[in-house]
């Protein structure tokens, strides 16, 4: 059973960068058949996707997000990372990560989340 | 950009039908998947291409999708089908996945 998990500081200052990282156990990031995901979700609202990467480190991002986020994967360590940088208030939601089966073409499996605030 | 828009809440009581909505332009010419979320913990996807159920979904989920909506529909509604729905389709014009923005399912 593939399990995500999410890492990384809860509290960031408005205009630094925010970083978190995302651990798969029980399956290989390295799979063809996969893309792994960041969503984000303000609370009371509804999720937004952040972007994507497939294993060979091709991407995709949210138009309305791309010039302020980077997402990168680490096959050696299984993990794949978020790098959010000039932030917010408006950046403080709750942080998911995902996995999505190329077959399935959705987000299958998820992290728990993290609570990332932006604050001074 | 794509926009997908669901009413904010849909009542129902136990045993009866719940239909969700997920309307967008054109968005039967996409595939729709559909993710449930109870307060506190992450989204869970309950269906995809439209009316495909994941492994472990009971047969009480299904979906359909034509037009310009696409809804899912639970049958025979119980306490612990309460929750927060939200569809989701790829925008192959931006490339990038859209999310709507939830309807919250309240079990009378």
């Known amino acids: 059973q593939v399990q995500l998990q999410e890492s990384g500081p809860g509290l960031v200052k408005p205009s630094q960068t925010l970083s978190l990282t995302c651990t798969v156990s029980?399956?290989?990031?390295?799979?063809?058949?996969?893309?792994w995901s960041w969503i984000r979700q303000p609370a009371g609202k509804g999720p937004e996707w952040i972007g994507r990467?497939?294993?060979?480190?091709?991407?995709n991002y949210n138009p309305s997000l791309k010039s302020q986020v980077t997402i990168s994967v680490d096959t050696s360590k299984n993990q794949f990372s978020l790098k959010m940088t000039s932030v917010t208030a408006a950046d403080t939601a709750v942080y998911y990560c995902a996995r999505e089966a190329v077959v399935v073409a959705a987000l299958d499996y998820w992290g728990q989340g993290t609570l990332v605030a932006v604050s001074s | 950009s794509y926009v997908l828009t669901q009413p904010p809440s849909v009542s129902v009581a136990p045993g009866e039908t719940a239909r969700i909505p997920c309307s967008g332009n054109?968005?039967?010419?996409?595939?729709v998947h559909w993710y449930q979320q109870k307060p506190g913990q992450a989204p869970v996807l309950v269906m995809h291409?439209?009316?495909d159920r994941p492994s472990g979904i009971p047969e009480r989920f299904s979906g359909s999708n034509s037009g310009n909506t696409a809804t899912l529909t639970i049958s025979r509604v119980e306490a612990g089908d309460e929750a927060d729905y939200s569809c989701q389709v790829w925008d192959t014009l931006s490339e990038h996945y859209v999310f709507g923005p939830g309807t919250k399912v309240t079990v009378l």
């Open positions: 291409y439209d009316s």
């Open positions: 029980g399956g290989s990031i390295s799979s063809g058949s996969y893309f």
């Open positions: 054109n968005v039967g010419g996409k595939s």
């Open positions: 990467i497939f294993a060979s480190g091709d991407t």
